[in-house]
């Protein structure tokens, strides 16, 4: 009965995915940055053009302290460099953009490092934003958070292509959300490392990502809910170690062709207590976790994978969600691994 049960969940998304895309979620902010107000109570600042730099700007909202970022227009900003904040106390709300919404990336291919830099900053809400194509191979991330950023929420924004990572926290950074978003398609998709603490993962999409769906490298009490985990390569899923603590819970790990399923989710030698629970792996996929013990975290929305399989590919992302968000769902719902072909569900739900 329940084999048929998860058949028919997936019957139902597909189909629902297939007509269009859910509309923009009004899902609360959760996990271990939810306590910011963002820039609630802050100057209004409209942003009324696309252009790269001057008053009326991205660039030049983002420049000061306390602030609800709203958008007049919608389409593609172009940087001819990093837009680096470290201010605080910032809302940006993408979701107010007219058709096709919010979208930022590099006016050309010689911009080097991070398109969005959230330096040392604290208490940001960034919602409903696409940054995508960093072209620098090196350290071209399309967001980066570091060097003791904290109080940070990420919610329903698309990431893709980066030349290094989609989406990197790292340095000291804490007390970070990153929530109902897609991070698609490079060969380094999110790396979380050096320093870090209290970082919460929950009902995000991590997509064709070579490896490091994450990778955890010296980051502790890191909270993966929930999260959707499709088409690494031949490589690595999602990779802990050097002291990288974390629970792992009912994420679902959904191989494609060439993926290795083996090393779905790896645990290095080298890593801390690693708490895994409910997740949906390949049966081949033999990891288990270190502790028996559940580290505390705020509690988020907690689903059964199946369910959250079906919520993340109908809300994650940015929106509206653009042709590429919507051929990455696409892709998935037509996937010809489907969960019933890996045999016995208890194998699908076993804890490890």
């Given amino acids: 009965m329940r ?22 979620s009004s899902r609360p902010l959760q996990g ?11 100057e209004s600042y409209v942003v009324t053009s696309l252009a790269d730099s001057g008053p009326g700007t991205f660039r030049d909202a983002v420049s000061a302290s306390n602030r609800e970022i709203t958008f007049a227009v919608g389409g593609t900003i172009e940087l001819s460099s990093t837009v680096r904040v470290t201010g605080h106390h910032l809302t940006i709300d993408g979701s107010t953009a007219p ?13 080097t490092g991070a398109l969005f830099d959230i330096r040392g900053a604290n208490d940001m809400i960034i919602r409903h934003i696409r940054v995508i194509d960093a072209p620098d191979a090196l350290s071209g991330d399309n967001l980066r958070i570091w060097d003791g950023a904290y109080n940070i929420v ?4 698309s990431f893709r292509r980066a030349g290094d990572g989609n989406l990197d926290i790292c340095l000291g950074a804490h ?25 919460s993962l929950h009902h995000n999409l991590f997509i064709l990502g070579d490896e490091r769906n994450p990778q955890l490298d010296d980051a502790t009490s890191v909270d993966m809910v929930n999260n959707v985990i499709y088409g690494w390569a031949s490589n690595y899923g999602t990779r802990l170690r050097n002291g990288a603590s974390a629970n ?7 191989p494609k062709s060439g993926s290795d399923e083996p090393n779905a989710v790896v645990i290095a030698p080298d890593a801390g207590p690693v708490y895994m629970e409910g997740n ?33 590919l109908e809300e994650a992302g940015a929106h509206p969600r653009d042709a590429d968000d919507e ?16 045999g016995q569900i208890k194998s699908m739900y076993r804890a490890g």
């Fill in 3 to 24: 084999r048929r049960k998860i058949a028919l969940v997936f019957t139902v998304t597909l189909t629902a995915l297939l007509v269009g895309a859910a509309p923009a």
């Fill in 32 to 42: 271990f940055g939810a306590d910011t107000i963002g820039g609630s109570g802050g």
């Fill in 99 to 111: 058709d096709p919404g919010i979208t930022i990336t590099a006016a050309h291919d010689g911009v």
């Fill in 154 to 157: 990420v919610d329903h924004c």
């Fill in 175 to 199: 007390d970070i959300t990153v929530q109902w978003s897609i991070i698609a398609e490079t060969v380094k998709n999110s790396l979380i490392r050096t320093g870090l603490t209290n970082i």
């Fill in 248 to 254: 792992l819970v009912k994420n679902y790990y959904l």
């Fill in 280 to 312: 949906v792996l390949p049966p081949s996929c033999t990891t288990s976790g270190t502790t028996e013990t559940r580290m505390a975290a705020p509690p988020v929305d907690e689903m059964s994978p199946v369910e959250a399989l079906e919520a993340v």
């Fill in 327 to 342: 051929d990455f769902i696409s892709g998935i719902v037509s996937n010809p691994v489907e969960p019933t072909s890996w």
